[in-house]
């Protein structure tokens, strides 16, 4: 039979090159949105589309309902995907801002997993896969709300497998570096919601460097790989017998890890304010 997938998070970057790489490699894709205008346009290219909102609890609840009800209540992979940032100093991020990024990268991803783990107990196997980053292994100035997303989809994610190591259901973590994507562009409109930069004790910081990399593109980071190389690590985690632990993406990962592993917290933290 032909494997299932529920992936959130594609109307771009990562989330639609994984709906369609994985439709290539023969599997059914459930590609879904936050938005019904992106839904309606994956389903134009083929894809079964259901809205899911990780922010609503309704749609997270109907957009898995949809997808079981397409395969008779089965699911073999769940991909825990869309996320957004909201750069800003700490001291400069209200509380209801790390209310509304946890609600999207955290608390929805958390109910979601909840409901499809029911569904691959009884199907007596299943993979979860959760979209992490190099920010869930090391912090980096201006990126608290989001490196405290991470952090906490890795602490939670690696006691989750804990508890489920003696079922056949996987539990995954992919920690990707610099992705080309739309991230960028889509956590301005949650600064500028959120974020007082006129009036922050920082603000020359914040003229000389976050204003510009937010609002001027200036094309690839350096190391930044395309989605795709993301997309082989989720084949690979979801297809491998045995698939590993963390999958880390882009050269930074890698140098990431191994730094945390081998040097103290003070030298890391004096190369990372030097980024």
Not at 91 to 116: C, K, S
């Amino acid at each position: 039979m032909q494997k299932t997938i529920l992936i959130t998070g594609c109307s771009s970057g990562i989330g639609l090159d994984a709906a369609h790489g994985m439709r290539a490699r023969g599997w059914r894709v459930f590609a879904s949105c936050r938005q019904q205008r992106d839904c309606d346009r994956l389903r134009a290219q083929g894809f079964e589309s259901p809205r899911i909102d990780y922010t609503d609890a309704d749609s997270i609840a109907a957009g898995l309902a949809e997808v079981l009800e397409a395969t008779q209540g089965t699911l073999d992979a769940l991909f825990n995907n869309g996320a957004h940032g909201l750069p800003g100093a700490v001291e400069d991020l209200p509380t209801d801002g790390l209310r509304h990024i946890f609600e999207t990268n955290f608390f929805g991803w958390h109910e979601l997993t909840r409901q499809v783990i029911p569904v691959m107990r009884a199907q007596g196997h299943g993979r979860i896969v959760q979209n992490s980053s190099v920010l869930g292994l090391v912090a980096y100035p201006w990126r608290g709300a989001y490196v405290a997303t991470k952090y906490a989809v890795e602490g939670l994610t690696d006691t989750l497998r804990l508890e489920l190591a003696d079922t056949d259901i996987k539990v995954v973590l992919i920690e990707p570096g610099p992705i080309t994507s739309k991230i960028r562009e889509n956590s301005i409109p949650v600064f500028e919601r959120f974020i007082n930069w006129q009036g922050s004790a920082l603000r020359d910081r914040y003229e000389a460097s976050l204003l510009k990399r937010l609002y001027e593109s200036s094309g690839p980071d350096r190391f930044e790989l395309p989605a795709s190389a993301v997309t082989d690590k989720l084949a690979h985690a979801v297809e491998s017998k045995r698939p590993r632990a963390r999958y880390y993406v882009t050269t930074p990962t890698y140098i990431a890890g191994y730094l945390r592993r081998i040097l103290p917290t003070r030298t890391i933290d004096r190369i990372l304010s030097d980024v």
